[in-house]
């Protein structure tokens, strides 16, 4: 088994039952969530003019391999009414592979670790909830967090379960 990180994210529609639905539906999927973070109620970023977002993220474990994995996340996200239209804009369900363990890619398909989840506060912080010392690039996602909230405006609302 290999663990890895998932970010989740939705701005359109019944988001925190979308969210749910994702964690119920993973495990047919051969994706086991080990433990889930807080969920947040975020600024966007990138494309502001839209509705702020729900957030979280999930440690899980996997026979599958990266690519894998990811596919299945993408064909969860078209089943669960994923549009795709504006780049950053808005979203039924957005899950991103953050974090996949010893492995690392760059293609057009994945990119491992996830390029820009350094930057976002409502990816590190709920990662922080579960595993505060987890490192992205030189960084915890502790630090990260405190000084991406001088920036991004983003609430928690709850620990998990949500
Ligand atoms: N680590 C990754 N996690 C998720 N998708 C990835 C990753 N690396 C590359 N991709 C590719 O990115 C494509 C577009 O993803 P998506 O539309 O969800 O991007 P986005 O969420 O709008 O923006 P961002 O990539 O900045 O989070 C997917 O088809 C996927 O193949
Ligand atoms: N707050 C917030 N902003 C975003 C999000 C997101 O999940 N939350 N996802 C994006 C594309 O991945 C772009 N911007």
Same mark, same amino acid.
């Given at each position: 088994? /290999?663990?890895?990180?998932?970010?989740?994210?939705?701005?359109?529609?019944?988001?925190?039952?979308?969210?749910?639905?994702?964690?119920? %539906?993973?495990?047919?999927?051969?994706?086991?969530?080990?433990?889930?973070?807080?969920?947040?109620?975020? *600024?966007?970023?990138?494309?502001? *003019?839209?509705? &702020?977002?729900?957030?979280?993220?999930?440690?899980?474990?996997? +026979?599958?391999?990266?690519?894998?994995?990811?596919?299945?996340?993408?064909?969860? *996200?078209?089943?669960?009414?994923?549009?795709?239209?504006?780049? &950053?804009?808005?979203?039924?369900?957005? !899950?991103?592979?953050? &974090?996949? *363990?010893?492995?690392?890619?760059?293609?057009?398909? !994945?990119?491992?670790?996830?390029?820009? %989840? +350094?930057?976002? %506060?409502?990816?590190?912080?709920?990662?922080?909830?579960? &595993?505060?010392?987890?490192?992205?690039?030189?960084?915890?996602?502790? +630090? !990260?967090?405190? %000084?991406?909230?001088?920036?991004? /405006?983003?609430? /928690?609302?709850?620990?998990?379960?949500?």
């Amino acid at each position: 088994m /290999k663990k890895a990180i998932i970010a989740l994210g939705g701005n359109q529609g019944p988001v925190r039952e979308n969210l749910q639905r994702v964690l119920m %539906a993973l495990p047919e999927l051969g994706i086991e969530p080990v433990v889930v973070g807080g969920l947040y109620l975020t *600024e966007p970023v990138g494309y502001t *003019e839209q509705d &702020w977002f729900y957030n979280s993220a999930a440690l899980v474990q996997t +026979e599958l391999s990266p690519e894998e994995l990811l596919a299945r996340l993408l064909q969860l *996200e078209t089943e669960l009414g994923r549009v795709r239209q504006l780049r &950053w804009g808005p979203r039924t369900i957005d !899950l991103d592979l953050i &974090w996949y *363990e010893g492995e690392e890619r760059q293609t057009d398909f !994945l990119q491992l670790p996830h390029p820009r %989840a +350094e930057g976002r %506060a409502f990816v590190v912080l709920p990662i922080a909830d579960f &595993w505060p010392d987890f490192r992205l690039g030189t960084c915890t996602v502790t +630090e !990260l967090g405190k %000084a991406l909230v001088k920036s991004q /405006k983003i609430k /928690k609302i709850t620990n998990y379960p949500w």
